[in-house]
């Protein structure tokens, strides 16, 4: 990348701020509502935020709209902190919370009373949409509108100390019901909310509108580029109302850019709320949910989010972003970083005939197709074996070319081991196989074998006699449908019937015994794999797929 020429409309907006001299230094912020956890949608806004504070070596605040108590809570600023923590980004100085600035805001209300630019009105809420008018009409005047300063003032101090009912009154900014656009007619600054706070508490009785508190928030931060998404386009000029009529520190200036939305999935907290609160996934941190605890669960690195965002587009229009664009990402990451293993999910026995009974050797295999640098470990192989169900047929009929595994008297080569013929298959009583008896060709150990063998493939093993039981979640996209809830269906519809399925009874190679959360391997042939954070019993471990080795759903 061109490092001297700006990444997107808004660095670019920046560079000539800088160039002008309009700004000093860049100071931007990341403002989440916590009422939820962070989902992709937001690593954008957060990647775009701290990205240009990088840029442009200025500064990024991550400060917590928390203005609206009945859906807030702790559990969601933490959860939020990790998730900005674990996408590489530190915020400057401590972490800054609206509420922080109830008392400031509340000050300035009082001010724009004082100035006769506010007051308090008793409309109903069913008047007041009555009196704001349409998109074609204009608004009427509140009868409360010139109501004296004094009377104003007495009722706001009277509805922060709690002493009005909830619903009955509150402070508007008085600025013009004819206004076209609809957010300038006398927009509600403070609702009566007779709720406690996570953090102030029982002190307030009034929580400010996200208007009123939003920009100036903004400006006693020295917040200088305030980014946000098209939806706040049409609040711009109240924002910027704000910023005139009060004795603000510094003014700030209002962006907007595009939500990223992706297919097959959705990206609001109040839909994902109504899958957690609904039970229709196991928490905020579900691997299937695109929320950033999700993906970091189900194993996805934080650098595939970041390259991801980055191959974003930051326009002036929302668009749809094919789910398939972030697997790209994701499946490139791991690709390159992680280490190989080996776990078969429906293991079958193979025994070898002519392997000494109670020998082991240790096979040095490498961690990584073509990084040295990732090591190797040693894999111990052995007299009994177990291979995928799904790599052995009794279909003699089968060619070569379909059929890249084993069947009876052909052979195939076991990944970083030797050559093995199959030379008899045992059945059960209902006739399914559940031993096979093979012979290993020696010297075939990373050697060509002998003239007149062809193996038919290469299929992954682990040794029976020192693997882990271990149980797998294959995961996959959540809604089988492009956009899930959209027209006649409910959300909860769309849900794909197959985006869990639980494999139990797999076997993982003995160098798994020290897998952690975090860390994703690719288990040869399967995908990539990593173990779970709500691990069950310790020596049985619970491997989440990340994601599978190749895109299943481009076809649909
Ligand atoms: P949601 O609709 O999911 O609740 P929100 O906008 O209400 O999202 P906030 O917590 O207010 O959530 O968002 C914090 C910041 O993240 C805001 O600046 C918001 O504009 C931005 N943001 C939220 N969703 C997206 C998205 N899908 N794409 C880009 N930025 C987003
Ligand atoms: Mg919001």
């Given at each position: 990348?061109?490092?001297?020429?700006p990444?997107?409309?808004?660095?670019?907006?920046?560079?000539?701020?800088?160039?002008?001299k309009?700004?000093?230094?860049?100071?931007?912020?990341?403002?989440?509502?916590?009422?939820?956890?962070?989902?992709?949608?937001?690593?954008?806004?957060i990647?775009?935020n701290?990205?240009?504070?990088?840029?442009?070596?200025g500064?990024?605040n991550?400060r917590?709209d928390?203005?609206?108590p009945e859906?807030?809570?702790?559990?969601f600023?933490?959860?939020?902190?990790?998730?900005?923590?674990?996408l590489?980004?530190?915020?400057?100085?401590?972490?800054?919370?609206?509420?922080?600035?109830?008392?400031?805001?509340?000050?300035?209300a009082?001010?724009?009373?004082?100035?006769?630019?506010?007051?308090?009105?008793?409309?109903?809420?069913?008047?007041?949409?009555?009196?704001?008018g349409?998109?074609?009409?204009?608004?009427?005047?509140?009868?409360?509108?010139?109501r004296?300063?004094?009377?104003?003032?007495?009722?706001?101090?009277?509805?922060?100390?709690g002493?009005?009912?909830?619903?009955?009154?509150?402070?508007?900014?008085?600025?013009?019901?004819?206004?076209?656009?609809?957010?300038?007619?006398?927009?509600?600054?403070?609702?009566?909310?007779?709720?406690?706070?996570h953090?102030?508490?029982?002190?307030?009785?009034i929580?400010?509108?996200?208007?009123?508190?939003?920009?100036q928030?903004?400006?006693?931060?020295?917040?200088?580029?305030?980014?946000?998404?098209?939806?706040?386009?049409d609040?711009?000029?109240?924002?910027?109302?704000?910023?005139?009529?009060?004795?603000?520190?510094?003014?700030?200036?209002q962006?907007e850019?595009?939500?990223?939305?992706?297919?097959?999935?959705?990206?609001?907290?109040?839909?994902?709320?109504?899958?957690?609160?609904?039970?229709?996934v196991?928490?905020?941190?579900?691997?299937?949910?695109?929320?950033?605890?999700?993906?970091?669960?189900?194993?996805?690195?934080s650098?595939a989010?970041?390259?991801?965002?980055?191959?974003?587009a930051?326009?002036?229009?929302?668009?749809?972003?094919?789910?398939?664009?972030?697997?790209?990402?994701i499946?490139?990451?791991l690709?390159e970083?992680?280490?190989?293993?080996?776990?078969?999910?429906?293991?079958?026995?193979?025994?070898?005939?002519?392997?000494?009974?109670?020998?082991e050797v240790?096979?040095?295999?490498?961690?990584?197709?073509?990084?040295?640098?990732l090591?190797?470990?040693?894999?111990?192989?052995?007299?009994?074996l177990?291979?995928?169900?799904?790599?052995?047929?009794?279909?003699?009929?089968l060619?070569?070319?379909?059929?890249?595994r084993?069947?009876?008297?052909?052979?195939v080569?076991?990944?970083?081991?030797y050559?093995?013929?199959?030379?008899?298959?045992?059945?059960?009583?209902?006739?399914?196989?559940t031993?096979?008896?093979?012979?290993?060709?020696?010297?075939?150990?990373?050697e060509?074998?002998?003239?007149?063998?062809?193996?038919?493939?290469?299929?992954h093993?682990?040794?029976?006699?020192?693997c882990?039981?271990?149980?797998v979640?294959?995961?996959?996209?959540?809604?089988?449908?492009?956009?899930?809830?959209?027209?006649?269906?409910?959300?909860?519809d769309?849900?794909?019937?197959?985006?869990?399925?639980?494999?139990?009874?797999?076997?993982a190679?003995?160098?798994?015994?020290?897998?952690?959360?975090?860390?994703?391997?690719?288990?040869?042939?399967?995908?990539?794999?990593?173990?779970?954070?709500?691990?069950?019993?310790?020596?049985?471990?619970?491997?989440?797929?990340?994601?599978?080795?190749?895109?299943?759903?481009?076809?649909?």
């Amino acid at each position: 990348m061109d490092k001297s020429k700006p990444t997107n409309f808004i660095a670019q907006i920046i560079s000539k701020d800088l160039q002008d001299k309009l700004t000093e230094k860049v100071v931007t912020r990341f403002p989440p509502e916590p009422n939820g956890y962070l989902h992709i949608g937001h690593a954008k806004s957060i990647c775009l935020n701290f990205g240009l504070a990088r840029e442009f070596d200025g500064i990024c605040n991550l400060r917590f709209d928390d203005t609206n108590p009945e859906k807030e809570s702790e559990e969601f600023v933490e959860a939020i902190i990790e998730d900005v923590r674990w996408l590489g980004f530190e915020w400057h100085g401590d972490v800054r919370y609206a509420s922080d600035y109830f008392g400031q805001l509340y000050g300035w209300a009082v001010g724009l009373i004082e100035a006769g630019k506010a007051y308090v009105c008793e409309l109903s809420a069913e008047q007041t949409r009555e009196f704001r008018g349409t998109l074609t009409e204009p608004g009427r005047d509140s009868p409360y509108r010139d109501r004296p300063v004094t009377e104003s003032l007495t009722l706001l101090e009277q509805m922060r100390a709690g002493e009005v009912a909830e619903g009955s009154m509150v402070l508007r900014a008085k600025i013009d019901m004819a206004a076209p656009n609809m957010n300038m007619r006398d927009p509600v600054l403070y609702r009566i909310k007779h709720v406690s706070h996570h953090r102030t508490g029982d002190n307030w009785n009034i929580y400010p509108s996200y208007d009123f508190a939003h920009g100036q928030e903004d400006a006693i931060e020295g917040v200088t580029h305030s980014i946000c998404t098209l939806e706040f386009a049409d609040h711009r000029p109240l924002y910027e109302w704000f910023i005139e009529n009060l004795p603000v520190p510094s003014k700030p200036r209002q962006y907007e850019f595009g939500r990223l939305n992706l297919n097959y999935t959705v990206t609001s907290k109040r839909k994902l709320k109504q899958l957690v609160d609904q039970g229709y996934v196991d928490g905020w941190d579900d691997p299937r949910m695109p929320t950033l605890s999700g993906l970091r669960r189900r194993g996805v690195p934080s650098t595939a989010v970041l390259a991801f965002c980055d191959s974003l587009a930051v326009a002036k229009t929302d668009g749809i972003v094919d789910m398939a664009q972030l697997d790209h990402f994701i499946r490139q990451d791991l690709n390159e970083h992680t280490t190989r293993a080996m776990c078969v999910l429906k293991p079958l026995k193979v025994t070898l005939s002519n392997w000494p009974d109670a020998e082991e050797v240790l096979l040095a295999t490498p961690n990584h197709p073509n990084r040295t640098d990732l090591g190797e470990r040693e894999l111990p192989f052995g007299q009994v074996l177990y291979i995928d169900c799904a790599d052995f047929s009794e279909d003699t009929g089968l060619s070569r070319k379909k059929f890249k595994r084993l069947v009876l008297g052909e052979y195939v080569r076991l990944r970083g081991a030797y050559v093995i013929k199959a030379d008899a298959a045992i059945h059960n009583e209902s006739g399914e196989v559940t031993e096979i008896l093979a012979s290993i060709v020696p010297n075939t150990i990373g050697e060509t074998p002998p003239e007149g063998i062809k193996p038919r493939g290469v299929i992954h093993w682990v040794a029976a006699h020192n693997c882990i039981p271990c149980d797998v979640n294959i995961y996959d996209r959540l809604f089988n449908k492009a956009a899930p809830g959209k027209g006649d269906s409910k959300l909860a519809d769309d849900i794909n019937p197959d985006s869990l399925t639980v494999v139990n009874g797999c076997k993982a190679e003995a160098s798994l015994a020290a897998a952690k959360p975090g860390i994703t391997y690719q288990f040869e042939r399967e995908g990539y794999f990593c173990l779970d954070t709500r691990n069950g019993d310790a020596g049985h471990p619970v491997f989440n797929r990340t994601i599978a080795l190749r895109d299943n759903w481009s076809a649909n």
